[in-house]
């Protein structure tokens, strides 16, 4: 079985082009993770923090 040049060097340019959109979108999504994680993170300091004072104030 022969391939042609320029279909093989196509089809390895479009393989390519969506490894590095797949590659941009994981590392967009990585981000966001991140950033929510340290969001939660602060929110849930701010809850336990919360939590100790009521407990502290019903002894």
């Known amino acids: 079985m022969k391939f042609s040049y320029h279909k ?3 089809a390895y340019e479009t393989l390519k082009s969506q ?3 797949l590659q ?3 590392s967009k999504y990585s981000e966001t993770t991140r950033f929510l994680e340290a969001i939660y993170k602060g929110k849930q300091l701010v809850l336990n923090q919360y939590i100790d004072e009521v407990a502290e ?3």
């Open 8 to 10: 093989v060097k196509e």
């Open 57 to 59: 104030l019903t002894r």
């Open 19 to 21: 490894t590095q959109r």
């Open 24 to 26: 941009d979108k994981v």
